[in-house]
């Protein structure tokens, strides 16, 4: 039986700003995937937390985003 406290840690988002500004500009992981040349799959798991992004990866959607790093994470 799960707790509250562990369902709770399961449906936090690692990087709440970054799929805000996903959503803000009608972005799924594939179309923001695509626009940094990367595999769908390597960023969800990116975006879930489970891989670190590199600073390449990062420049790249603040580049894509037109925002800093602060906007994104």
Known sequence: M???EKEAAE??????????????????????????????????????GKVEW???EIRSLCEHFGCDFDDLF
């Open 11 to 48: 449906a936090t988002v690692p990087f709440p700003k970054l799929v805000a500004k996903m959503a803000a500009n009608g972005e799924n992981t594939v179309t923001a995937s695509a626009a940094i040349d990367m595999d769908d799959q390597a960023f969800r798991r990116r975006l879930a």
């Open 2 to 4: 799960k707790t509250i």
């Open 54 to 56: 590199s600073l390449l």
